[in-house]
């Protein structure tokens, strides 16, 4: 099983920036998508951004802006480049790859996810 693992959360102003880091211990193929995804005390898990295989991105609303997603060539690092930053950010972020392959009339499909970093927005 592979385990993804995230770091660069920590706690900050509001108006501070932070970058968040995933990586992955291997080179995993046919990715479809990677993304961040986030949890408030008490809420739902919330996608925060997405980046497809193609290089196309999406934001959730409240972060469009301020946020901005990105990988390395290899595809086995995912950052989150956070400005900007509100006390409404705060929350654990855990980064998502999922895969997926065709053989014949088979879908093969795997989401690998780590275990969250916690990002604290606070004065």
């Known amino acids: 099983q592979v385990q993804l693992m995230e770091s660069g959360g920590g706690l900050v102003q509001p108006g501070g920036s932070l970058r968040l880091s995933c990586t992955a211990p291997?080179?995993?193929?046919?990715?479809?998508?990677m993304a961040w995804h986030r949890q408030a005390p008490g809420k739902e898990r919330e996608l925060v951004a997405r980046?497809?295989?193609?290089?196309?991105?999406d934001y959730a609303d409240s972060v469009k802006g301020r946020f901005t997603i990105s990988r390395d060539n290899t595809k086995t690092a995912l950052y989150l480049q956070m400005n900007s930053l509100k006390p409404e950010d705060t929350a654990v972020y855990s980064c998502?790859?999922?895969?997926?392959?065709?053989?014949?009339?088979?879908?093969?499909?795997?989401?690998?996810w780590g275990q969250g970093t916690q990002v604290t927005v606070s004065s």
């Open positions: 291997e080179i995993i193929s046919s990715i479809r998508f």
């Open positions: 998502q790859i999922y895969r997926s392959n065709r053989k014949g009339w088979t879908l093969y499909e795997k989401d690998y």
């Open positions: 980046i497809n295989s193609d290089g196309t991105s």
